[in-house]
């Protein structure tokens, strides 16, 4: 009886516990500065995502690189709808040397399709069909932060530059990395597809990646890692 008893206790208890974590709120976004180390094609420089509000549930997520005659600005304006975060808008700006781009996106929810402009070709001026859970690339890194933790599927589909790609990381390793002068635990995930790569490695209560390393050709092109978190 004692070991029935026993064994019931724990089933209440474990139910017990799933409807607290099921009522829970999802944790609440908060704006922060991060400062990277950054190295691009060779060339040491300095790196910097904000998150900052912007009101209404949404917020403003931007990432700067400069290294040089090399300086690299994306921003995201992304809302938490029903939980979800969804882009709205982006701009992606490089200056290569001599060489200047300049590109905007919209994701209209509305007409459900998201459009390019600026230096792009026609093909990826788009439209594209939207669907619930898209990303781009930049909310991606957030969304790895995120679920990466909280151990959910790392399947995303990602509406970027007129096209739809699906990607799937997977869990690679552990690692430490250092942030603030400590060291962390980090979770090390990966996306490969044909010559180019992506690895993130994501420390638990960080909100970005605290490393992400992009590779083409089996040769490092872009690394970032973090050096600060406020």
Known sequence: MMKILR?????????AALLLLASMPALAIEPFTAIYQASYMGLQGNGRMTLEPQ????????????SGGIKLDQSTVFEDHDGKWRPLSGTDSSLLLI?????QATY???KGVAT?????????????????????????????????P???????RMVEDGRVKKLTYKVVGKDTITVGGKPRPATKVSYASG???TVAWVVEGLPVPA??????DGKDEIDLRIQSVQ
């Open 7 to 15: 064994k019931n206790r724990k089933s209440i208890l474990s139910a």
């Open 55 to 66: 009101g209404n549930d949404r917020w403003k997520y931007t990432l700067s690189i400069g």
């Open 99 to 103: 060489k200047k781009t300049d590109k």
């Open 108 to 110: 209209d929810w509305g």
């Open 116 to 148: 390019w402009s600026g230096d792009v070709k026609a093909e990826r001026a788009g439209p594209v069909k939207l669907q619930a859970g898209d990303v781009d690339a930049l909310l991606l890194n957030l969304e790895l932060a995120r679920d990466v």
């Open 150 to 156: 909280a151990g959910k599927p790392l399947s995303y």
């Open 195 to 197: 010559n180019k790569e």
């Open 211 to 216: 490393r992400i390393l992009q590779r083409k």
